[in-house]
């Protein structure tokens, strides 16, 4: 029950949002960052069908990198990408090639050679509340790499979990596909800033080669976990041949001014109805509810 009054008051305050979106010029919205986790078919396929709907184009990273070159936008632009590399999102393939929308998936190595990402043990273990997992979870962040790998080797102990990530052969076959760029999320999907200058680089140069070895193919372009990063992060992208980086940072994307290694996006949660959907999407929720 709380769940559907939850639902129901989420909905309520997208669809206000966006009729205040009728208030707002337009051009704010003429080019839209979009990314998702592990979203339904049914959710992905509803954003694309709104945004063709709406008469914007959606286009792959390489094109919106000469874009940012250029700083030209004449149409109504929307770049979509999708964190981590769960396996669900195998089955929005057939979406995707149905409307011809590239997409970008930012792929966490390390789990998908192990089949989870950490943060599932930390939320299968004690830490089941929402409260308590995400505390754990903002505690487990803020450590450095030798305190990080020492408190997941203790989750971890005597907790199986079914694999969630794609596999291997799983993320190649996704390369593939003529709409999909892979790119990188790191290799374990730590909190960079807290780790050493040299685990930063670790992370970001060795997922970047091992993602090139498995697809045979430039991986150009990276996603910072949990949006985490800093000036000293994005010189090390920079360093490591990143050619565009993405945050979570919120904020209208002015092509003539946006910073290529740190691009906004606008999160469309999994579990999103319709109306918060659309909310997110164009940004407006992040704008007055986060606010």
């Not at 590399?85 to 998908?112: C, D, H, P, Q």
Request: aromatic share 12%.
């Amino acid at each position: 029950m709380n769940r559907r009054i939850n639902h129901f008051l989420r909905e309520s305050v997208g669809l206000g949002l966006l009729l205040i979106k009728l208030l707002i010029p337009g051009r704010k919205f003429q080019l839209l960052s979009i990314y998702f986790h592990n979203p339904s078919p049914k959710l992905f396929e509803f954003i694309i069908k709104q945004l063709y709907a709406n008469s914007y184009r959606i286009i792959a990273l390489e094109e919106f990198k000469n874009l940012i070159q250029e700083k030209r936008l004449n149409e109504k632009i929307a770049i979509i990408t999708i964190d981590d590399g769960w396996k669900n999102n195998l089955e929005l393939l057939e979406i995707i090639r149905k409307y011809k929308a590239f997409i970008t998936v930012f792929i966490t190595t390390s789990a998908i050679e192990q089949g989870n990402f950490w943060f599932e043990y930390v939320k299968k273990g004690k830490y089941q509340t929402k409260a308590s997992f995400r505390r754990k979870k903002i505690h487990l962040k803020k450590l450095d790499e030798i305190s990080f790998y020492k408190e997941l080797s203790s989750l971890k102990l005597g907790v199986t979990l079914e694999r969630s990530a794609l596999t291997r052969e799983e993320v190649v076959q996704m390369s593939s596909e003529p709409f999909v760029t892979i790119g990188s999320h790191s290799v374990s999907h730590i909190s960079l800033p807290n780790i050493s200058i040299e685990g930063q680089k670790k992370e970001l140069s060795d997922s970047k080669k091992i993602l090139e070895i498995w697809t045979e193919r430039k991986v150009n372009y990276f996603a910072y976990p949990s949006g985490d990063y800093s000036d000293n992060l994005k010189s090390i992208a920079k360093e490591c041949g990143y050619e565009l980086c993405f945050t979570i940072d919120t904020p209208y994307i002015d092509i003539e001014k946006v910073d290529k290694l740190s691009i906004p996006r606008m999160c469309v949660n999994d579990d999103a109805g319709n109306y918060e959907a659309l909310s997110k999407m164009y940004g407006i929720w992040y704008k007055v509810i986060s606010h």
